[in-house]
C-alpha cells in the first residue's frame, strides 16, 4: 500500500466558490475514488497556504490512473479541475495494511471482512492478499463498487459489537448463521462477482472457536466448533491446511489445525 497527498491549487476563478463548497467538491470526488476502490482507509483533508490537500492511501502505485477511473470519478474530477491544478505526491509505503494481490489471474478469490478498515474484501486464494477492487469488474451492470463496500462495513460493524462485549444471538447469529440476512447478502456477492470474474469465489463463514464456559454457550444457543461437515450440504470438507471448503457450496472456513499450530485455538 501506499500513501500518496493530492494537492489541489486554486485556479484564478476559485474565489467563485465558498471554503465549504470546495471541501464538498474535493471531498465527493474522494469518496467516488474509495467507492471504486481506487484509494482505501479513510482520508485527512486541510488547507495550508490556500491550497487543499487530500492524505490517500492507494492500494496500487498506478490506482489513480484515468484508465482505472468510474464514470463517478470521471464526473467528480472534472468538476474539480474547473476550479483547481491537481498535483500528486507520493509520501511513501504505508506499513498498515497488507500488500495487495498482484497475481495475473488468481486461481480462486474468497469475500471476507477479516481485513483493516477500507481495505478490499475480495482475498485472492493464492497470495492471500487484498484485491484492489477498481480491477475487478461491476457487478449488475453498476457502476461502482459500494454495494460490496457497504456490505463489508455492515459486517464490520456487527463484528465490532460482537467483540466489545455486546454479544448476543443477534450478532452471533449475523456471524455465523448462513440464513442471516448479511450472510445471504454475502453470498449473492460471491455468486454476482463469480459471473463476471469466471473464476471461484467463495464466501468466508465465520465460527467463533475459543473456549467459552457453559453459560456463555447457553447464552448463544449455537455451536461454537468448526462444524465436520459443510453446514449448507453436508458434504466432507476439503481442508487444504489453511481452510476448510465446501467447492460444492463456495464455502471457506479457518482450518482448525491451522488455527491450532498457531495457538488461536
Keep these: 500500500m501506499y500513501n500518496y497527498k493530492l494537492k489541489f491549487m486554486k485556479k484564478e476563478n476559485a474565489d467563485e466558490i465558498s471554503n465549504e463548497n470546495a471541501y464538498d467538491l474535493i471531498n ?51 468538476k474539480v479541475k474547473e476550479f483547481f491544478e491537481i498535483d500528486i505526491v507520493y509520501e511513501g509505503n504505508n506499513i498498515e495494511y497488507d500488500n495487495s494481490c498482484m497475481c495475473d489471474k488468481p486461481s480462486w478469490y474468497y469475500l471476507c471482512n477479516e481485513r483493516s478498515i477500507g481495505e478490499s474484501p475480495l482475498i485472492c486464494g493464492d497470495c492471500l492478499n487484498p484485491v484492489p477492487l477498481y480491477r475487478v469488474p461491476y457487478i449488475r451492470n453498476e457502476s461502482d463498487h459500494n454495494r460490496i463496500l457497504n456490505w463489508q462495513e455492515a459486517k464490520k460493524a456487527i463484528n465490532s459489537l460482537w467483540f466489545y462485549g455486546l454479544w448476543d444471538k443477534f450478532t452471533y447469529g449475523e456471524n455465523v448463521l448462513l440464513k442471516s440476512k448479511l450472510n445471504r447478502e454475502g453470498r449473492k456477492l460471491c455468486r454476482e462477482l463469480e459471473k463476471v470474474l469466471n473464476t471461484p469465489v467463495y464466501y468466508f463463514i465465520y465460527y467463533i472457536c475459543w473456549p467459552m464456559d457453559e453459560e456463555t454457550k447457553a447464552l448463544k444457543g449455537l455451536p461454537l466448533e468448526v462444524p465436520k461437515s459443510c453446514p449448507q450440504c453436508g458434504g466432507e470438507w476439503i481442508d487444504d491446511t489453511k481452510f476448510c471448503k465446501c ?19
Design 247 to 265: 467447492e460444492k457450496c463456495r464455502l471457506i472456513t479457518d482450518s482448525p489445525v491451522w488455527k491450532k499450530e498457531r495457538n488461536l485455538l
Design 28 to 78: 465527493d470526488y474522494y469518496n467516488t475514488l474509495r467507492s471504486n476502490g481506487q484509494v482505501i482507509g479513510g482520508s485527512d483533508i486541510f488547507e495550508n497556504q490556500g491550497s487543499i490537500f487530500v492524505s490517500v492511501v492507494l492500494p496500487t502505485a498506478d490506482s489513480l490512473m484515468e484508465a482505472n477511473n468510474s464514470i463517478y470519478v470521471d464526473e467528480r474530477i472534472k
